[in-house]
Nanobody, 116 residues
Framework: QVQLVESGGGLVQAGGSLRLSCAAS????????MGWFRQAPGKEREFVASITWNGRTRYYADSMKGRSAISRDNAKNTGYLQRNSLKPEDTAVYYC?????????WGQGTQVTVSS
């Protein structure tokens, strides 16, 4: 069993940056793929980025490339998502998730609001 807790969200001006964190409890986190997703008001949840258990492979949604960086520190049981050059349309609840074949574990989300 893995529990995930996101932090680092908040209010930021357009053009600014945020670093989101995902703290995991449980010994299995280091063996799981970790992903970040987001859900904007009135929209479906969408994929942002993912990273394999060893950090060697990263995937990004096309719209996130160049403005996002996903990373993890398995020694700290923590994953990260750096978002740069934020735009008002990046306003959403950001979730981290973890799992092997699928994302079996999800956090509660952290709100990111980008003001124009």
């Amino acid at each position: 069993q893995v529990q995930l807790v996101e932090s680092g969200g908040g209010l930021v001006q357009a053009g600014g940056s945020l670093r989101l964190s995902c703290a995991a409890s449980g010994r299995s986190f280091s063996s799981y793929t970790m992903g970040w997703f987001r859900q904007a008001p009135g929209k479906e949840r969408e994929f942002v980025a993912s990273i394999t258990w060893n950090g060697r492979t990263r995937y990004y949604a096309d719209s996130m490339k160049g403005r996002s960086a996903i990373s993890r520190d398995n020694a700290k049981n923590t994953g990260y998502l750096q978002r740069n050059s934020l735009k008002p349309e990046d306003t959403a609840v950001y979730y981290c998730a973890a799992g092997q074949q699928d994302y079996a574990y999800w956090g509660q989300g952290t709100q990111v609001t980008v003001s124009s």
